[in-house]
Nanobody, 123 residues
Framework: QVQVVESGGALVQPGGSLRLSCQAS?????????MGWYRQAPGKQREWVAAISRNGMPEYVDHVKGRFTVSRDNTKNTLYLQMNDLKPEDTAVYYC????????????????WGPGTQVTVSS
């Protein structure tokens, strides 16, 4: 399975930007995985936010479209999430993981979550 460590979270003011990174290890086949970003706000379920196919096709949940950009560098086994125009409702712990329909539908089924990285949007 893919092992991941997320980084790049911080406290940022509304309207600000952050770039999250997800370093993958434990596999030589990162380039063959579709990868996704998920987030979990306090008191809420973990939700799917964005994904990128192994061919580089991005997908986004509606409320981040136009603000977030997912990308990957297969030479570095790294996934990125560029977040612009951040809003207080984007405050959450952000995680990366493999992406597929069952995990999107119920992230609780996935057993290989990393530690996540905290994003706090506040003035």
């Amino acid at each position: 399975q893919v092992q991941v460590v997320e980084s790049g979270g911080a406290l940022v003011q509304p309207g600000g930007s952050l770039r999250l990174s997800c370093q993958a290890s434990g596999t030589t086949a990162f380039r063959f995985y579709a990868m996704g970003w998920y987030r979990q706000a306090p008191g809420k379920q973990r939700e799917w936010v964005a994904a990128i196919s192994r061919n580089g096709m991005p997908e986004y949940v509606d409320h981040v479209k136009g603000r977030f950009t997912v990308s990957r560098d297969n030479t570095k086994n790294t996934l990125y999430l560029q977040m612009n125009d951040l809003k207080p409702e984007d405050t959450a712990v952000y995680y990366c993981a493999e992406d597929n329909s069952p995990i999107r539908a119920d992230p609780r089924i996935y057993p290989y979550w990393g530690p996540g990285t905290q994003v706090t949007v506040s003035s």
